[in-house]
């Protein structure tokens, strides 16, 4: 038996980040939730004002044996823009901040030496990921998960999520699950 672990990132939008994730090899089971606010068991439609302080995340459960937390780190950083603060593209306000929410201190020490070689080699712009402990985890309603295999053809998914796909696919191959 394989012993997973966990991880928590937000990128934005769960539907994207949750789509990036469910494609990498060793990542067992992805959840799709609300992290880092204030308010117990808040609904899509509390989050979306922004005014819970949950960003949109995921739970991530992995194999260690087969995908590195930095090797999950780094597909994050390649997938959403870590410079901008409480955005994503279009998606505006703290719901869409960048984070990670580690849960050792050895994720912790990873995801600090990351950012540091990321700034100094790939982003100009500072990173603003916040890095917190891991926080209490509120599971997002079904109707969001699995939401891009589900609805690839709806506009958001197509303009949004399918270009981070192709991404991944053009510079990640090796840690892709074979289909």
Known sequence: MNSLETAYVAGGCFWCTEAVFQRLKGVEEIHSGYMGGTVKNPAY???????????????????????????????????????????????????????????????????????????KTTFEAPIVTELLAEMPFYMAEEEHHNYYNNNSE??????????????????????????
């Open 45 to 119: 439609r509390e989050v979306c004002t922004g005014r819970t302080g949950h960003t949109e995340g995921i739970k991530i459960l992995f194999d260690p044996k087969i995908i590195s937390y930095r090797s999950l780190l780094t597909v994050f950083f390649a997938t959403h823009d870590p410079t901008t603060l409480n955005r994503q593209g279009n998606d505006v306000g703290t719901q869409y901040r960048s984070s990670i929410f580690y849960t050792t201190d050895e994720q912790r020490a990873i995801a600090v030496d990351l950012i540091a070689e990321l700034q």
């Open 154 to 179: 709806q506009g958001y998914c197509s303009f949004i999520i399918s270009p981070k796909i192709q991404k991944l696919k053009q510079n990640y191959l090796h840690l892709l699950k074979t289909i």
